[in-house]
């Protein structure tokens, strides 16, 4: 007996979107069915590591594709692992997979970008319905019995039919009847010619019906064996860069890939790829992850996270240990020393990689730094043994261009710094924009002191690990006293020295006034235009960073900043002969613009404009 089902909305909305947006790229759908039989069969010899039986009764594992011109259909055959009903159910009419919905909400409606995106996500079996009008499941899991197969049938507009029902052998057999799209692949050479391209690298083998008169004899048409396991010399761009869409689903070309066979301590292969774009789910801590483990070839498992550190989640590939048991589970993954290894190698290998297109392909490092900059920078707090390799990866804006574009390098820095500068100067704040034009630099823009311009959400993160650079350290513009005598002369120091002292009284008063509000204020050097600014503690969160954590709900303490004053500034010398009722008005007036300069939110806006206006008028 037959039940009709409702796909789930998103399946809806999926097959939707692909028809429109992928009917230049029809071909997909071969690959994607193929590379879904080649895992069933990958799954399927995986479990019989721990049940053979699953595989005797018919072990030689292989993908079969055949066609009938006269019923229009195309046939995609495996003896893999196959579905259970309630498999069926779960695979084929909902999307379980994380970060659906930040996908759906990401779509734009334009169907070039959509197009895009949808790569990224994986079209998966549902592509089938690209060249379909209809499709026909038919599927036995290995182990259940001939009756308890399943036929699944869908037009693809917003149902399908499912009944139990009998097969004979395991696995799964897809039917498409094809739609006027699909009619140009009813033909021999046109399915050769396809699986050549794309699944030449499956290592299963994938067979083609040949027919001769009166008997069917199957032909291999692919290597057969796993790319990764080839030579490097017998492998063409082409080949890897097909092997990386049947990873990845990612139909945009990898922006650069390392292949190694590693012997020593552990033995293993290693085929990695930096994909030119970010996945929608970069920032989802359950998004999968890339790299998939192999044992001596046989599939283990998906996302194996181990096996690399988290902040080079963005890296696509295969793994393949010569050395872990093929039994081996997530929790052995954690503990096992064969995996350290694996990890510290592979992580030196990414970052080769990225050193190499950084030096040679400086074009595909700005590409590539836009996409994954902010994560390769959780690096420099995770990796502390890579820190200064990093380091040297991470790109700037700063006050050399002002740009807002990430791409100065610690060593430019270091290059152009003035003589006698032995530290590195930045500034953090919530946007380039606030950074760039912060008071904090001014000092600093009129001696042609090179500060970075920090405003990455990681970067506050990022910079409680990572302090010091080439011996040099690190030293925020906005905290602590600024100790730039050496880039004074003496003139410049006297007159220092001088306003501290005639502006002591006015210091003190202000002291007085703000008392509740501020820490201390005091005489600064840093400020050229600015009448005032404030500052935190050298060992102080900064404000920028406490607002971050207030909004994340965290429990922060109340940190008083510093007041400081620029007594060169026409306004502080006209503060300085205010009698009392005035000069409360004042110091609250220099504090309230130097926290909104700042990028705080001051307590009170309405009493500040008040205030504001009331002075103008005084003026
Ligand atoms: N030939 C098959 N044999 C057994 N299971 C299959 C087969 N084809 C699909 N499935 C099951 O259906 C699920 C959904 O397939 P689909 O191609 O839509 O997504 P996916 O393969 O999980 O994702 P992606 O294609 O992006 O990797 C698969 O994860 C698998 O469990």
Same mark, same amino acid.
């Given at each position: 007996?037959?039940?009709?089902?409702?796909?789930?909305?998103?399946?809806?909305?999926?097959?939707?979107?692909?028809?429109?947006?992928?009917?230049?790229?029809?071909?997909?759908?071969?690959?994607?069915?193929?590379?879904?039989?080649?895992?069933?069969?990958?799954?399927?010899?995986?479990?019989?590591?721990?049940?053979?039986?699953?595989?005797?009764?018919?072990?030689?594992?292989?993908?079969?594709?055949?066609?009938?011109?006269?019923?229009?259909?195309?046939?995609?055959?495996?003896?893999?692992?196959?579905?259970?009903?309630?498999?069926?159910?779960?695979?084929?009419?909902?999307?379980?997979?994380?970060?659906?919905?930040?996908?759906?909400?990401?779509? $734009?409606?334009?169907?070039?970008?959509?197009?895009?995106?949808?790569?990224?996500?994986?079209?998966?079996?549902?592509?089938?319905?690209?060249?379909?009008?209809?499709?026909?499941?038919?599927?036995?899991?290995?182990?259940?019995?001939?009756?308890?197969?399943?036929?699944?049938?869908?037009?693809?507009?917003?149902?399908?039919?499912?009944?139990?029902?009998?097969?004979?052998?395991?696995?799964?057999?897809? $039917?498409?009847?094809?739609?006027?799209?699909?009619?140009?692949?009813? %033909?021999?050479?046109?399915?050769?010619?396809?699986?050549?391209?794309?699944?030449?690298?499956?290592?299963?083998?994938?067979?083609?019906?040949?027919?001769?008169?009166?008997?069917?004899?199957?032909?291999?048409?692919?290597?057969?064996?796993?790319?990764?396991?080839?030579?490097?010399?017998?492998?063409?761009?082409?080949?890897?860069?097909?092997?990386?869409?049947?990873?990845?689903?990612?139909?945009?070309?990898?922006?650069?890939?390392?292949? %190694?066979?590693?012997?020593?301590?552990?033995?293993?292969?290693?085929?990695?790829?930096?994909?030119?774009?970010?996945?929608?789910?970069?920032?989802?801590?359950?998004?999968?992850?890339?790299?998939?483990?192999?044992?001596?070839?046989?599939?283990?498992?998906?996302?194996?996270?181990?096996?690399?550190?988290?902040?080079?989640?963005?890296?696509?590939?295969?793994?393949?240990?010569?050395?872990?048991?093929?039994?081996?589970?997530?929790?052995?993954?954690?503990?096992?020393?064969?995996?350290?290894?694996?990890?510290?190698?592979?992580?030196?290998?990414?970052?080769?990689?990225?050193?190499?297109?950084?030096? %040679?392909?400086?074009?595909?490092?700005?590409?590539?730094?836009?996409?994954?900059?902010?994560?390769?920078?959780?690096?420099?707090?995770?990796?502390?043994?890579?820190?200064?390799?990093?380091?040297?990866?991470?790109?700037?804006?700063?006050?050399?261009?002002?740009?807002?574009?990430?791409?100065?390098?610690?060593?430019?820095?270091?290059?152009?710094?003035?003589?006698?500068?032995?530290?590195?100067?930045?500034?953090?704040?919530?946007?380039?924009? %606030?950074?760039?034009?912060?008071?904090?630099?001014?000092?600093?823009?009129?001696?042609?002191?090179?500060?970075?311009?920090?405003?990455?959400?990681?970067?506050?993160?990022?910079?409680?690990?990572?302090?010091?650079?080439?011996?040099?350290?690190?030293?925020?513009?906005?905290?602590?006293?600024?100790?730039?005598?050496?880039?004074?002369?003496?003139?410049?120091?006297?007159?220092?020295?001088?306003? $501290?002292?005639?502006?002591?009284?006015?210091?003190?008063?202000?002291?007085?006034?703000?008392?509740?509000?501020?820490?201390?204020?005091?005489?600064?050097?840093?400020?050229?235009?600015?009448?005032?600014?404030?500052?935190?503690?050298?060992?102080?969160?900064?404000?920028?960073?406490?607002?971050?954590?207030?909004?994340?709900?965290?429990?922060?303490?109340?940190?008083?900043?510093?007041?400081?004053?620029?007594?060169?500034?026409?306004?502080?010398?006209?503060?300085?002969?205010?009698?009392?009722?005035?000069?409360?008005?004042?110091?609250?007036?220099?504090?309230?613009?130097?926290?909104?300069?700042?990028?705080?939110?001051?307590?009170?806006?309405?009493?500040?404009?008040?205030?504001?206006?009331?002075?103008?008028?005084?003026?």
């Amino acid at each position: 007996m037959s039940t009709t089902m409702g796909f789930q909305t998103e399946v809806k909305q999926l097959l939707q979107l692909m028809i429109h947006s992928l009917y230049s790229n029809k071909e997909i759908f071969l690959r994607e069915l193929v590379s879904n039989a080649s895992d069933a069969c990958d799954k399927l010899r995986f479990n019989a590591l721990d049940n053979p039986a699953l595989l005797s009764e018919d072990s030689d594992l292989r993908i079969r594709v055949s066609f009938d011109e006269a019923a229009k259909t195309i046939t995609i055959d495996d003896n893999g692992i196959g579905m259970s009903y309630d498999e069926v159910i779960a695979n084929l009419g909902t999307i379980a997979r994380s970060g659906t919905k930040e996908f759906f909400a990401s779509l $734009t409606g334009d169907q070039q970008k959509d197009a895009q995106l949808i790569g990224q996500f994986g079209v998966g079996f549902y592509s089938a319905f690209i060249v379909a009008q209809k499709v026909e499941v038919l599927t036995r899991k290995a182990g259940l019995n001939a009756d308890q197969a399943v036929r699944w049938v869908s037009e693809g507009q917003g149902e399908f039919t499912i009944e139990q029902t009998e097969k004979a052998n395991r696995g799964t057999t897809i $039917t498409l009847y094809v739609n006027e799209e699909g009619e140009t692949f009813l %033909n021999e050479w046109k399915l050769r010619d396809v699986l050549r391209r794309y699944s030449d690298h499956i290592s299963i083998p994938i067979q083609m019906e040949k027919k001769e008169e009166d008997k069917t004899e199957w032909e291999v048409v692919n290597q057969a064996n796993a790319l990764w396991t080839r030579s490097k010399a017998d492998i063409t761009d082409e080949q890897y860069k097909a092997f990386y869409t049947h990873l990845s689903h990612d139909y945009d070309e990898p922006l650069a890939w390392t292949h %190694n066979r590693v012997e020593g301590r552990s033995e293993y292969t290693q085929l990695l790829y930096i994909p030119k774009h970010a996945p929608f789910d970069l920032w989802d801590r359950d998004a999968r992850r890339g790299v998939k483990l192999y044992v001596k070839r046989v599939f283990i498992m998906d996302d194996a996270e181990q096996l690399l550190p988290s902040y080079l989640r963005f890296v696509r590939g295969v793994i393949d240990s010569s050395d872990l048991p093929l039994n081996v589970s997530r929790e052995i993954l954690q503990e096992s020393r064969d995996v350290k290894l694996i990890r510290e190698g592979s992580a030196k290998r990414v970052l080769g990689m990225l050193e190499d297109m950084a030096e %040679n392909r400086p074009e595909d490092y700005a590409l590539f730094w836009t996409e994954f900059g902010q994560v390769l920078k959780e690096g420099l707090g995770e990796d502390m043994a890579n820190q200064q390799r990093i380091a040297k990866l991470i790109r700037f804006s700063s006050t050399f261009d002002d740009q807002a574009t990430q791409a100065v390098s610690l060593a430019d820095y270091v290059a152009r710094m003035k003589e006698g500068q032995d530290k590195i100067y930045y500034i953090v704040a919530e946007s380039f924009a %606030n950074a760039k034009s912060s008071p904090h630099l001014e000092i600093f823009r009129q001696k042609g002191i090179e500060v970075l311009l920090l405003s990455d959400r990681v970067d506050e993160w990022m910079l409680t690990y990572f302090r010091e650079f080439d011996g040099k350290s690190l030293v925020s513009v906005s905290k602590g006293g600024l100790d730039l005598d050496q880039f004074s002369n003496e003139e410049e120091k006297k007159h220092q020295e001088e306003v $501290t002292e005639a502006y002591k009284p006015l210091v003190e008063r202000l002291q007085e006034t703000l008392k509740e509000r501020v820490k201390e204020v005091r005489v600064t050097t840093r400020l050229v235009d600015s009448p005032s600014c404030v500052v935190v503690g050298q060992n102080e969160l900064s404000p920028h960073l406490l607002r971050m954590l207030k909004q994340a709900g965290q429990e922060v303490p109340d940190v008083k900043p510093i007041l400081e004053i620029n007594p060169d500034h026409p306004l502080v010398q006209k503060v300085k002969d205010l009698t009392d009722a005035d000069f409360t008005d004042w110091a609250s007036v220099l504090l309230d613009q130097a926290m909104l300069v700042e990028g705080a939110q001051i307590d009170d806006p309405a009493a500040f404009v008040k205030k504001l206006n009331k002075l103008l008028t005084q003026a």
